[in-house]
């Protein structure tokens, strides 16, 4: 047990999707569970996890994460784990409903944004329900990016 005084690290991010912002309009976020295996647990704490690639789907009434790496963990030896193994995801019913229809009515995807462990050592994944830009769209985005950048290196130079 660690001393009174000592701080755990909260929500340490184990891997995350940076692309999924530039290529995706972000309309809401989910926090999801992770059914995983022990050695998969283990994986994501040596940090080696890649869902740069991946995505969520609905499938009998259940969100599952598809496409997703985690390495397997060396020390196993023969009770590892399949690296890209489909994973579930654990979300309330409602939660699922709500996803489920934004998916097959308005044409959303569900684009896993990053994974972390939270303050109970929990693997958690934040998921988002996001819309696919345009070209143009991408190019709006990264203009503005550059001029926040330009404004602020401005704003630090003039004081």
Same mark, same amino acid.
């Given at each position: 047990?660690?001393?009174?005084? %000592?701080?755990?690290?909260?929500?340490?991010?184990?891997?995350?999707?940076?692309?999924?912002?530039?290529?995706?309009?972000?309309?809401?976020?989910?926090?999801?569970?992770?059914?995983?295996?022990?050695?998969?647990?283990?994986?994501?704490?040596?940090?080696?996890?890649?869902?740069?690639?991946?995505?969520? %789907?609905?499938?009998?009434?259940?969100?599952?994460?598809?496409?997703?790496?985690?390495?397997?963990?060396?020390?196993?030896?023969?009770?590892?784990?399949?690296?890209?193994?489909?994973?579930?995801?654990?979300? %309330?019913?409602?939660?699922?409903?709500?996803?489920?229809?934004?998916?097959?009515?308005?044409?959303?995807?569900?684009?896993?944004?990053?994974?972390?462990?939270?303050?109970?050592?929990?693997?958690?994944?934040?998921?988002?329900?996001?819309?696919? $830009? $345009?070209?143009?769209?991408?190019?709006?985005?990264?203009?503005?990016?550059?001029?926040?950048?330009?404004?602020?290196?401005?704003? $630090?130079?003039?004081?």
């Amino acid at each position: 047990m660690a001393p009174k005084g %000592s701080q755990r690290v909260v929500n340490k991010v184990v891997a995350e999707n940076r692309k999924a912002r530039f290529n995706y309009e972000i309309i809401d976020t989910y926090e999801a569970g992770l059914v995983l295996m022990g050695t998969e647990v283990k994986s994501l704490r040596e940090g080696k996890a890649n869902i740069a690639e991946s995505y969520a %789907s609905d499938e009998d009434g259940e969100i599952w994460l598809i496409n997703s790496y985690l390495p397997e963990y060396l020390q196993a030896n023969r009770f590892n784990h399949e690296p890209r193994r489909r994973r579930k995801l654990l979300l %309330s019913g409602r939660e699922i409903h709500r996803l489920r229809s934004a998916v097959n009515r308005e044409g959303m995807t569900l684009i896993p944004l990053k994974i972390y462990f939270n303050d109970r050592g929990r693997a958690k994944m934040e998921l988002a329900l996001a819309k696919g $830009k $345009k070209l143009h769209d991408k190019r709006e985005s990264e203009k503005e990016r550059d001029w926040n950048r330009q404004r602020s290196r401005l704003l $630090k130079d003039n004081g």
